[in-house]
């Protein structure tokens, strides 16, 4: 069924419908015409568990009713924000509790420190309180961590990104290995931290740099609330409640009792966490379709909806990531010293992802539509995200990164991706 070569390029006969077939050696060979091939490792890739799957198929399914709010409704308040009043009244009905308790541990102990049960129940109470307490989160111990005066020019462009998205920048940047980026806050302050996976990072082109910066910035412009102090803690409250609750496996007759006791607040908790983590994806979802726009209007439409198929390549980056290492290794094993191994690991791995074909661009976004390929449970789906950047406004991007700002970013992040290739090459051969 072969057909003689062209360039380097082979054609073959597709086997549905003989249309041509580009075949090329690191790509899967697919069909444009019928579809045939397009996806076929989907059939035999593990399943996601039983809640992650039906939270997926829901995200899937909110984000496309979602979409079609937005681009029916440009200039209308964003749709279901009367959700936020109730997701806020259950958030302060969970941390009430948490107050109640401590403060009820408090008396207890206190003013019944003569009877024997008071202490006991008090302290008790005060025990879970403790657990239930808020977290503020803190910077991580086992990454590099980038302050103001060790990378200005890096700073210097999220504070410039900042500005154009309605917000301010932030007071540290962590960069690990990951193909991933996301902002949160640390410390009882909430000073703000970005996180920048060199995974991703080296393998945009610096306006993709510009929009991806733009998407996560946008998260502190417009408030998401999922993160935010209030819902978050209510959020992790629930799941402990929901975990001290817990039955007991195979009771005895006084944990058959307990068991019975919990059953009604254990069931009302899971109520509670399903109601809340269901109000604040939708929240969640459109914070993201928001973020997509100021990924455009900081970086540009183009580079946005580039940012977009870049967020496909996940697998590709993993497996070029391991490829490497054993490679790196493998060469350590027979005469490089071991703190050169990670040299070249980052642009050995934005070269390869460069000579991704956009024809395989188009094959993993046919795939992404098929599956409901999503970054996690509560983005939207990756090509419903790429379909708003499309449809919405053009955006021709406030803020550029020429070659001059790009370089001196590299000469800043030298540290940080010299000490995780060497991560990455070691850890990745245990
Ligand atoms: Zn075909
Ligand atoms: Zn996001």
């Known amino acids: 069924m072969e057909v003689p070569a062209i360039g380097s390029e082979r054609l073959r006969v597709c086997p549905e419908c003989g249309a ?49 709010d937005i681009e029916q409704s440009r200039d209308r308040p964003p749709p279901r924000s009367s959700y936020r009043a109730l997701t806020y009244v259950l958030a302060l009905t969970v941390h009430g509790v948490t107050v109640a308790l401590f403060v009820l541990g408090v008396l207890l102990v206190v003013l019944g420190w003569g009877t024997m ?23 991580p111990k086992d990454a590099p961590v980038l302050e103001r005066a060790a990378a200005p020019a890096l700073f210097a462009l999220v504070d410039e990104i900042a500005a154009v998205v309605g917000t301010t920048g932030v007071h540290v940047i962590v960069i690990d290995a990951r193909f991933n980026a996301s902002v949160t806050t640390y410390g009882l302050r909430r000073r703000r931290m970005l996180r920048l996976g060199l995974g991703m990072w080296e393998v945009l082109t610096p306006q993709q740099r510009v929009a991806l910066l733009g998407h996560e910035l946008g998260h502190y412009a417009h408030g998401d609330t999922r993160h935010g102090a209030v819902v978050g803690n209510a959020l992790h409250s629930l799941r402990v409640w929901y975990y001290l609750l817990a039955p007991t496996p195979h009771p005895g007759p006084g944990a058959l009792v307990v068991n019975w006791l919990t059953f009604v607040p254990r069931w009302a908790v899971y109520g509670m966490l399903v109601l809340l983590d269901q109000l604040t994806l939708g929240a969640a979802q459109h914070a993201e379709y928001l973020a997509d726009r100021t990924a455009a209007q900081a970086g540009s439409s183009a580079a946005a909806v580039e940012l977009m198929d870049r967020l496909l390549i996940g697998a590709s980056v993993e497996t070029e990531l391991r490829r490497q290492a054993v490679a790196a290794n493998t060469r350590v094993g027979r005469a490089a010293p071991r703190n050169d191994a990670g040299v070249g690991l980052w642009a050995s791995l934005a070269a390869h992802i460069e ?63 010299r000490r995780l290739a060497g991560e990455v090459i070691r850890d990745h051969f245990r």
């Open 117 to 139: 049960l008071g202490p006991v129940v008090g302290a008790l109470s005060l025990a879970v309180a403790y657990i239930l307490r808020p977290r503020w989160g803190a910077l």
């Open 355 to 417: 000579a991704v074909p956009e024809r395989e661009y188009e094959r993993l976004r046919r795939v992404s539509a098929l599956r409901g390929h999503s970054v996690d449970s509560t983005h939207p789906p990756t090509h419903l995200r790429r379909r708003r950047v499309v449809t919405d406004e053009r955006y021709p991007g406030r803020v550029r990164l020429d070659a001059v700002g790009n370089a001196a970013i590299e000469v800043e992040l030298a540290e940080a991706r």
């Open 20 to 68: 041509d077939v580009p075949e090329e050696e690191r790509f899967v060979a697919w069909c444009a015409e019928c579809g045939w091939n397009v996806d076929p490792s989907g059939a035999v890739e593990p399943q996601p568990g039983r809640i992650e799957a039906a939270r997926r198929r829901l995200a899937h399914r909110y984000g496309e009713q979602l979409l079609a």
